[in-house]
C-alpha cells in the first residue's frame, strides 16, 4: 500500500470544518403557504379536523442538491447533452423533477438516475438549437437550483485541429466531486498531475483522441513515460466544435502506485481557430482501493472532508471517488508530443 506523509492528514481534518460554494448555482427551500380552513362563515367550517393530513407526506425526504452539470453561464454546451442534477443522498424519480426551458418555452425529454442514485441526467427529446440560452431547472422534494447556459456556436474547420496537443492541469481545475480540499489533496500525491489531449485524426464527421498521462520533469511538460497512453474509441464530431472523448479506462500514477480510473470521460469544445480546449470536463471513478495516507485508508478520511466512497462499477466494492472536474481552458501545447503507442514495459525507468 501506499503510504503518504502526515500533513495530508491534517489538511484532510482541516477540510472536515470547511464547506464551500463554487456560485454556480441558487438553492433555496420549497414553502407552502398557509391556508385558513375557516374562509366561510358557517358553524361547521371546522368539521373537516383531517383537512390537512397529507401536508407532511414527504418529511421524511431530504435531498440537497450539490450541483448542477453545466454549471450556471457555461458556455460551449453540446446541442445533444445529457444535463445533470447531483445530490447529498440517494434520491427516487418520485423525489425529484428535471426540466429544461428554451426560448419558446420546456423542452421535453427524459429522465434517469445516475451513479446508483446520488445523481439523475435530463435528456432533451430533440436538438438544441446553436448559440441559444437555456435553463435547467432541477426541484427535490426540499430543494431547488437552476442553471442556465449556452450552446455551441459555428464549426470549427477541422484541419485546424490535426495532431494538436491540449493540456489539461489538474492542479488549476474547479472540482465539483470530490470536495475541493480533497481533490486538491489527491493532486498533490499524482506524479502525472497533467491530463495531454492529442487529436490523433478528425474530419466532418468522426474525431479520433488519445489521451496521456503527463507530468513536469526538470520544469518541462511531457508525457508520462510510465503510463500507457488512453485510446478513446472514435467519437461522433457532428456537434462540431464540441466533443466528447471516452469512456474507457487509465491510471494515475502516485509515488510508483497505479490508482484505476474507469469509465474516464473528457468532454468540451474547441474555441475559434482550435487554440484551446473550453469549459473542458474530466469524469470517471477513482478506485482508491488499498490506498493509505499516514496509515489510514484513503476512505475512511474522505469522510472527514465530507465525502464518502461509492461502489465501483466494474466489481460493485465500495472503494471509489467520483471524479468530476472542469476547466474553463485547456491550451494547445505547440511543444508537446504524445506517443499513442508508449510501452511502459520496455523502459527500464519503469520498472
Known amino acids: 500500500m501506499t503510504r503518504f506523509a502526515l500533513p495530508a492528514l491534517a489538511l484532510l481534518a482541516f477540510a472536515a470544518g470547511c464547506t464551500g460554494d463554487d456560485g454556480t448555482i441558487n438553492t433555496g427551500e420549497d414553502s407552502v403557504p398557509e391556508v385558513d380552513a375557516d374562509t366561510d362563515t358557517d358553524a361547521d367550517s371546522d368539521s373537516d379536523s383531517d383537512a390537512d393530513t397529507d401536508s407532511d407526506t414527504d418529511t421524511d425526504c431530504e435531498i440537497a442538491i450539490s450541483y448542477l452539470d453545466p454549471g450556471n453561464n457555461t458556455n460551449g454546451v453540446s446541442p445533444t447533452p445529457t444535463l445533470k442534477a447531483w445530490f447529498d443522498s440517494d434520491a427516487t424519480l418520485n423525489d425529484i423533477t428535471l426540466s429544461l426551458e428554451g426560448p ?19 435528456t432533451p427529446g430533440e436538438e438544441l438549437a446553436r448559440s441559444t440560452q437555456y435553463t435547467f431547472n432541477v426541484e427535490t422534494c426540499t430543494d431547488d437550483a437552476s442553471s442556465t447556459f449556452t450552446t455551441v456556436e459555428g464549426e470549427i474547420d477541422p484541419s485546424d ?9 489538474l492542479n488549476s481545475v474547479t472540482w465539483n466531486s470530490p470536495a475541493e480540499s480533497t481533490g486538491s489533496l489527491l493532486v498533490g500525491q499524482l506524479d502525472t498531475d497533467h491530463i495531454l489531449i492529442l487529436v490523433e485524426s478528425v474530419d466532418d ?24 497512453a488512453i485510446n478513446f474509441p472514435d467519437a461522433d464530431f457532428s456537434a462540431n466544435p464540441y466533443f466528447q472523448a471516452g469512456p474507457d479506462t487509465t491510471t494515475f500514477d502516485a509515488g510508483g502506485y497505479q490508482i484505476p480510473v474507469t469509465d474516464f470521460v473528457v468532454s468540451g469544445s474547441f474555441d475559434d481557430g482550435g487554440d484551446n480546449l473550453v469549459n473542458v470536463s474530466v469524469e470517471g471513478y477513482v478506485d ?6 499516514s496509515g489510514y485508508a484513503a476512505c475512511d478520511l474522505l469522510a472527514l472532508s465530507g465525502d464518502s466512497c461509492i461502489a465501483c462499477p466494474d466489481d460493485g466494492d465500495e472503494q471509489c471517488v467520483y471524479l468530476d472536474v472542469e476547466d474553463d481552458e485547456a491550451p494547445y501545447e505547440s511543444s508537446v508530443s504524445v506517443d499513442p503507442d508508449i510501452d511502459p514495459s520496455a523502459n527500464p525507468d519503469c520498472n
Open 161 to 169: 485541429l490535426q495532431g494538436r496537443v491540449y493540456d489539461i492541469d
Open 288 to 293: 482508491l482501493d488499498g490506498l493509505e495516507f
Open 205 to 228: 464527421d468522426t474525431i479520433v483522441m488519445t489521451g496521456a498521462m503527463g507530468w513536469t520533469d526538470s520544469g518541462t511538460l511531457e508525457q508520462y513515460a510510465c503510463a500507457e
Open 104 to 122: 419558446d418555452g420546456d423542452i421535453a425529454g427524459t429522465t434517469e438516475l445516475l451513479n446508483g442514485a446520488t445523481g439523475a441526467g435530463f
